[in-house]
């Protein structure tokens, strides 16, 4: 089965622009997971969708970050405007039952720059 | 959320087996132990899951004590591939709740 995908691979922006970073879950996944890893610290849990619902959004760091799963297939996830803090890598994962079993597919993840 | 102690790096080499222990002092009745493997610029990867005694797969075996405080994870024969973060994480994996990635056990596997 094809894995979770994320594009851009890499996006460089300059500080007050938009990003918007897209996940492709596993085909089935109800569950949909953004983490992300700033500035080489620990990986940090961002929102948990299941379909197109918001599960837990407690770890969205403030307003900048918009995720949306429409129709609950893909995801997105807008950051308006980025500031520098943001630079990291932001990953996706997808799960058919919670974590039960086989736990989450990762994505590569998205390297975002902030200059 | 139960919290986890891993050694921040381990050496080994080629061919033996290493064993990565996890402290979990705090975990509920209801936690699973889940163990990720991440290489560079890549997601963490699954490798095993378990909840007490014994579990084994093709990669790993995940030994967990009858109080669950902690647990090791045990990589058969390393090789250089092996050379990876790994991730202890502790949580209810029915309930969806969102898993912390502590900062994991750097390995290093050496010729």
């Known amino acids: 089965e094809a894995g979770v995908t994320q594009f851009p691979s890499h996006s460089v922006i300059e500080k007050g622009q938009t990003v918007t970073l897209r996940c492709d879950p596993i085909?089935?996944?109800?569950?949909l997971y953004w983490y992300r890893r700033v500035m080489g610290k620990e990986i940090k849990f961002l929102l948990h969708f299941v379909k197109e619902s918001k599960q837990d959004e407690s770890g969205m760091p403030n307003n900048r970050f918009l995720a949306e799963r429409t129709g609950g297939t893909y995801s997105t996830l807008k950051v308006q405007p980025a500031e520098l803090e943001d630079s990291g890598v932001y990953f996706c994962?997808?799960?058919?039952?919670?974590?039960?079993?086989?736990?989450?597919?990762f994505g590569s993840g998205t390297r975002l720059t902030v200059v | 959320l139960a919290k986890t102690t891993q050694p921040i790096s381990m050496d080994s080499y080629e061919g033996q087996e290493v064993n990565i222990t996890c402290s979990h002092n705090n975990i509920a009745t209801n936690d699973y132990i889940t163990w990720y493997q991440q290489f560079p610029s890549q997601g963490p990867r699954f490798i095993i899951q378990g909840y007490k005694t014994k579990v084994t797969n093709e990669v790993a075996s995940l030994f967990i004590p009858a109080d669950r405080k902690s647990s090791t994870l045990s990589l058969p024969r390393v090789s250089l591939s092996d050379t990876a973060v790994y991730y202890c994480?502790?949580?209810?994996?029915?309930?969806?709740?969102?898993?912390?990635f502590g900062p994991g056990t750097r390995l290093s596997v050496l010729p």
């Open positions: 085909s089935g996944h109800d569950n």
């Open positions: 994962a997808s799960s058919q039952a919670p974590q039960a079993y086989y736990g989450y597919t």
């Open positions: 994480l502790v949580g209810d994996i029915y309930y969806g709740q969102n898993f912390v």
